[in-house]
């Protein structure tokens, strides 16, 4: 059974870049959530998505954007890049049910250099 | 201050001791309360999930709640060195919003 699939695995981009990452959830779960997680540091929310529809959203400035697809895979784009975007960027599915089923499960990561 | 607090160590134990990992938060609206482990490069996996508080354990792992500390724990008994990763807290409010809060994680080294 696959678990959580992100892509690209790693990433260079140069300052002012556009990047598009991208993430398939569990089969079955409905809820895809993004965080950034810098080297030494736990992760931070970015975004929740639920049904296709944005359910919650941490403090990050809008050049970050995400979406889910009919199918709950889901994208994350952030643009302008910035040297501190440089992070992993972690993809975690849920079923999304209930907060007694939203245990969340994570994908690898996809880790972005900005140059 | 932070919500969630959790000392980043590294701390570094023989093989086989008993292992104690901590976090403490400020927050009485947390119920759920999750261990993550985290090998180096690789995404966090879940470990124990609990709710509310009380004692859970599952194999060599065991997580203890106390609310009313607001304080959590995981112990790891006959440490061994694949248990060397990072172990992260994280956990959710009641209500709406599932977004995950989380500490710092603690770097731990089981040395053979």
């Known amino acids: 059974d696959a678990g959580v699939t992100q892509s690209p695995t790693h990433l260079i981009k140069t300052r002012g870049q556009h990047v598009t990452l991208r993430c398939s959830p569990i089969?079955?779960?409905?809820?895809v959530s993004w965080y950034q997680q810098v080297l030494g540091q736990g992760p931070q929310f970015i975004f929740q998505y639920y049904e296709k529809e944005e359910r919650g959203r941490g403090n990050f400035p809008d050049r970050f954007s995400a979406r889910q697809f009919p199918n709950y895979s889901s994208e994350l784009n952030v643009n302008a890049l910035l040297l501190g975007d440089s992070a992993l960027y972690l993809c975690?599915?849920?079923?999304?049910?209930?907060?007694?089923?939203?245990?969340?499960?994570f994908g690898p990561g996809t880790r972005l250099t900005v140059l | 201050q932070k919500e969630v607090e959790q000392d980043p160590g590294p701390l570094s134990v023989p093989e086989g001791a008993i292992v104690s990992l901590n976090c403490t938060y400020s927050n009485s609206a947390f119920q759920y309360f999750m261990w993550y482990r985290q090998y180096s490069r690789k995404g966090p996996e879940l470990l124990m999930y609990?709710?509310s508080s009380g004692n859970k354990e599952d194999g060599r792992f065991t997580a203890q709640v106390d609310k009313s500390s607001k304080y959590i724990s995981l112990f790891i008994r006959d440490s061994q060195p694949s248990d060397s990763a990072t172990y992260l807290c994280?956990?959710?409010?009641?209500?709406?919003?599932?977004?995950?809060?989380w500490g710092l994680g603690t770097s731990l080294a089981v040395n053979p």
């Open positions: 609990t709710y």
């Open positions: 089969s079955g779960h409905k809820s």
């Open positions: 975690a599915s849920s079923h999304g049910g209930g907060i007694s089923t939203d245990t969340q499960y």
């Open positions: 994280a956990m959710i409010k009641s209500g709406n919003n599932r977004k995950l809060i």
